[in-house]
């Protein structure tokens, strides 16, 4: 990988490896699959949105290392990491005010049960955590790709001389 | 807790993180502290502690270890003595 990357930042031709790129292209809906699993599941069991986060990143930066980050770099534009960012930690926040304004500022921030998605309290307490965690999980998904690109990157080669 | 494994995992980890300190490879380091990443998700989840362990593992030993060879690879292999 190391040598596939520095000839993928030099030009556009590169020789993929067929094997390398079917099983990623084979692998990657399945561990995207088990990060949403995580994420579901992490209010009741091991994972949360976190952890389900960083997988969903990782497959991400699987796609980037098995195809060349110049070729597969461009799916991923900086401005939708950045959006993606701020929208998870929205869905968060979002969820956590709506908990005030629909208790009409009886409950605390984050107290799921009152945002009145359905009838009874359990359930409004289970659909929230989900929704907190999907924000997580949106927010650590970009933030491990977006790390991953800027340290791997290398944009604009006639003035990034800093190697060496 | 099984005593026996944990000393046999601890001594193990003592010894791959003195080993990831002191080699000259820096692709050989990485790959250590791959290792030891793993090696202590298994000591969490054999302290019955198993959502820790899952970020140990994701964290640690799937993406720590990505951004460290995509650190790699802007630089050189190996350390100057």
């Known amino acids: ?164 | 807790m099984i005593p026996s494994l944990d000393l046999v995992l601890l001594f193990l980890i003592v010894a791959i993180a003195i080993a990831a300190i002191t080699v000259r490879d820096l692709l050989s380091a990485i790959m250590l502290l791959c290792a030891y990443s793993f090696l202590m998700a298994v000591i969490w989840v054999e302290m019955h502690s198993v959502d820790v362990a899952f970020t140990e593992a994701a964290v640690g030993a799937g993406a720590s270890t990505a951004f460290l060879i995509a650190a790699l690879s802007r630089t050189t292999r190996w350390e100057k003595k």
Request: with cysteine; charged share 15%.
């Open chain 1, 1 to 164: 990988m190391n040598t596939k990357n520095s000839e993928a930042g030099e030009g556009k031709e590169r020789a993929g490896d067929v094997i390398v790129e079917t099983i990623s292209r084979l692998m990657v809906p399945f561990i995207q699959l088990f990060a949403l699993y995580v994420i579901i599941h992490g209010a009741g069991g091991p994972g949360g949105g976190f952890q389900g986060g960083v997988i969903f990143g990782a497959s991400f930066v699987l796609l980037v290392i098995a195809f060349g980050i110049v070729n597969a770099g461009d799916r991923f534009p900086e401005g939708a990491n950045t959006a993606f960012m701020s929208l998870g930690v929205y869905i968060y926040a979002g969820v956590g005010l709506l908990c005030i304004i629909f208790s009409r500022g009886a409950a605390q921030f984050l107290n799921y049960g009152f945002i009145p998605l359905t009838t009874h309290f359990e359930e409004n307490r289970a659909l929230g955590m989900d929704l907190v965690e999907i924000g997580i999980g949106i927010t650590v998904m970009a933030v491990v790709t977006s790390i991953f690109f800027n340290l791997a990157w290398k944009r604009e080669p006639e003035e990034g001389g800093e190697e060496e």
